[in-house]
């Protein structure tokens, strides 16, 4: 029997060998160890009273939150601080950046931001839900931190990932060197590599998008939307329509089975609702390393200048081919 390879094996053998990676690996083992936990507080919130919302309070974007949303933040930035390979956080649940001013963490020379619970609206009924993150280098060490550090272009992720809290949990990563997924044995609380070097299908036959939101949406999307719903022997349609309402999840069911994944700007949002830094930077990037594309509409995601830390971005973003299709409605059609 082969065997089997842990994310840290793997990691140092294949993808990050050699010393100067040191630090880079050492800090996604600080985000793995969280994750870990965060796994094992969701798989006992019902028994443990820590579903529901968290004292009617809501984050900086209006969005309730919920106690886990609060758990797993705060099990995130403890990893990232005691492991003290990473010198601050931008988190979604905090309006501030995080600075670790430790001796040990003040001279490290990466960032992490992140969505510590993604879609944690579903989590009381049970429905996966994730953690997103992008890592980026800090221009100059010798400084100290503030948040210019943070502002930089997706195109300079160092890297990025989601775990996914499903039926399994599931940790996806790309360290600019393609994608690859490892799955955690419940038993010895472990992550194993589980799928080597992913590759997104160039197309697919599903879309997924919040179809309530139709007449909310510009002309351009509605009639890709009807073009999905049209029946056509050649190309397979009418496509089917999957969609979870958590991030991770409807992306990570593009990735692997191909599809296209749309959070559209509409009449209510002008922006769309996903954060550009911790929700759309590290999936474009993880869906670019698996041979797709994720555009905002008009440009690259990876190549918008942002301008805050939590600032939001319209995303259409998987298989090439219905991202290029969906590019031309846009550009044929009126997207105002
Ligand atoms: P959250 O950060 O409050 O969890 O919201 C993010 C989630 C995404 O996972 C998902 O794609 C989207 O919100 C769904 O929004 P909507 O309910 O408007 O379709």
Not at 292 to 301: C, M, N, P, V
Request: some cysteine; charged content about 25%; hydrophobic content about 40%.
């Amino acid at each position: 029997m082969m065997k089997k390879l842990t994310a840290y094996q793997y990691l140092l053998k294949d993808k990050l060998s050699g010393d100067k990676n040191r630090e880079l690996i050492a800090l996604l083992k600080d985000i793995k160890l969280a994750a870990r936990l965060v796994s094992k507080e969701l798989r006992n919130a019902g028994l443990n009273k820590i579903l529901g919302e968290y004292k009617k309070l809501t984050n900086i974007h209006g969005e309730k939150v919920t106690k886990l949303d609060i758990v797993a933040n705060n099990l995130f930035i403890n990893s990232l601080e005691n492991g003290g390979n990473c010198a601050g956080v931008v988190s979604e649940e905090l309006e501030k950046i995080v600075i670790f001013n430790n001796e040990v963490s003040k001279n490290s020379k990466y960032l992490v931001l992140m969505d510590p619970l993604d879609g944690s609206s579903n989590i009381d009924v049970n429905v996966p839900v994730g953690t997103i993150f992008s890592i980026f280098k800090k221009s100059s060490i010798k400084k100290s931190t503030n948040i210019k550090d943070f502002i930089q272009k997706g195109n300079r992720q160092v890297a990025a990932g989601y775990i996914m809290y499903g039926s399994s949990t599931i940790y996806v990563l790309t360290v600019g060197k393609g994608v690859d997924a490892f799955t955690l044995d419940p038993v010895v609380q472990e992550f194993y590599l589980s799928h080597k070097n992913i590759k997104i299908p160039k197309s697919g036959r599903s879309y997924s998008v919040n179809q309530g939101n139709f007449y909310e949406f510009p002309i351009a999307l509605q009639e890709y939307i009807r073009w999905c719903e049209q029946e056509d022997a050649k190309s397979g349609r009418p496509y089917s329509l999957r969609y979870v309402g958590s991030m991770v999840a409807d992306i990570h069911r593009s990735i692997l089975k191909g599809g296209l994944f749309i959070y559209s700007k509409s009449k209510r949002a002008a922006s769309g609702k996903l954060r550009l830094m911790y929700e759309c930077n590290p999936m474009a990037f993880i869906v670019e390393q698996a041979g797709g594309l994720a555009i905002d509409g008009d440009k690259r995601i990876l190549d918008i200048a942002p301008k805050s830390i939590h600032q939001k971005s319209p995303i259409f973003i998987g298989s090439s081919e219905m991202v290029k299709l969906i590019s031309k409605f846009i550009k044929s059609k009126q997207f105002d």
